[in-house]
């Protein structure tokens, strides 16, 4: 059964060090999305992706926070100068026109 | 915007009993889909089932059904036949429009399935 593949699924860095999250939708999905989920906390919405733009973004995802879909397969999150409150699971997700969002296993990003 | 209450923090049940697990959903909107989605200890999210705001039958994924009352704004989750590999923490979401737009969650629900 296909999936959403995300790499790595741990991540640790410097306050103020760049990272680049990693993903791999659903190969016939056209829409994109990134979560986060703060340890002990509800998953939060960050940014949606479709046709090679941004369609919807949250308060959160501000000028420190870019994606971008470099190819066919591959959909990723930058984050510029990461910052202690960064830390969290990340998820990517990717869905169709029907059903749910299919999300990948999380990268722990971990912030030092 | 939308919100998601999930009220109960945990919820204990017996191997092959039926559990219920609570959601209800605020929104102005006509058109809007609800989801529920399961993360076991190891931390992914796994989708289980949707119902969208126009469909009239409740939702059914194997074991997994949808009580969907849309009068009283709530998309309870019901599992039957718990199994040990049921306990997670259980997530309901809804979405404003289609199923493409973002997911709001709720807090969730931690259920402990005992032999």
């Known amino acids: 059964e296909p999936e959403v593949t995300q790499t790595p699924s741990h991540q640790v860095t410097q306050m103020g060090q760049e990272v680049i999250l990693r993903c791999v939708p659903i190969s016939n999905h056209l829409y994109f999305y990134w979560y986060r989920q703060i340890l002990g906390q509800k998953v939060e919405f960050l940014v949606s992706?479709?046709?090679?733009?941004?369609?919807?973004k949250s308060e959160i995802f501000d000028d420190q926070f870019s994606v971008e879909r470099p190819d066919g397969s591959n959909f990723t999150l930058k984050i510029r100068s990461t910052k202690l409150e960064d830390s969290a699971m990340y998820f990517c997700?990717?869905?169709?026109?029907?059903?749910?969002?299919?999300f990948g296993p999380g990268t722990r990003l971990t912030v030092l | 915007a939308q919100k998601i209450t999930q009220t109960q923090p945990g919820m204990f049940v017996q191997e092959k009993e039926a559990v219920t697990l609570d959601c209800t959903y605020d929104t102005s909107d006509q058109s809007y889909g609800l989801f529920w989605y399961k993360q076991p200890s190891s931390g992914e999210m796994i989708f289980l089932i949707y119902?969208?705001?126009?469909?009239?039958q409740n939702a059914t994924e194997g074991r997994y059904s949808l009580n969907f009352q849309k009068a009283r704004k709530s998309a309870n989750l019901v599992i039957s036949a718990s199994q040990l590999g049921d306990s997670a923490m259980y997530f309901c979401a809804t979405s404003r429009g289609s199923t493409l737009g973002r997911l709001y969650f709720g807090r969730g629900t931690q259920l402990t399935v005992w032999p």
């Open positions: 997700a990717s869905s169709v026109l029907a059903g749910g969002q299919f």
């Open positions: 119902q969208g705001s126009y469909d009239e």
């Open positions: 992706f479709y046709n090679n733009e941004i369609s919807e």
